[in-house]
């Protein structure tokens, strides 16, 4: 059994910056694409950032500009580089990962983010 285990969550002043890291555990393969999706209160879970093994990206309008994902697929890791964090950045960040081969699709626990103003 494989899953993913993110760190690098916190609390942190608007304009901040935060990196958060996800790892996997277990025998998983053939992840792709991996990614991070944010939950709000009382809002649905959102696409925030994803990326192919082959790095290629695409981001949620809100974080363009702001939000750099980047993955090392020797040690099957993805990140999330958050700079000029704003309070509407506040939420549960979850990393996502699809293996390729059988769609079986894989989340984290989630990390919680907290930009104060």
């Known amino acids: 059994q494989g899953q993913l285990v993110e760190s690098g969550g916190g609390l942190v002043q608007a304009g901040g910056s935060l990196r958060l890291s996800c790892a996997t555990s277990g025998s998983i393969f053939g992840l792709n694409p991996m990614g991070w999706y944010r939950q709000a209160p009382g809002k649905q879970r959102e696409l925030v950032a994803r990326?192919?093994?082959?790095?290629?990206?695409n981001y949620s309008d809100s974080v363009k500009g702001r939000f750099t994902i980047s993955r090392d697929n020797a040690k099957n890791t993805v990140y999330l580089q958050m700079n000029s964090l704003k309070p509407e950045d506040t939420a549960v960040y979850y990393c996502?990962?699809?293996?390729?081969?059988?769609?079986?699709?894989?989340w984290g626990q989630g990390t919680q983010v907290t930009v104060s103003s």
């Open positions: 990326i192919t093994r082959a790095g290629s990206t």
């Open positions: 996502n990962a699809v293996n390729y081969y059988t769609s079986k699709e894989y």
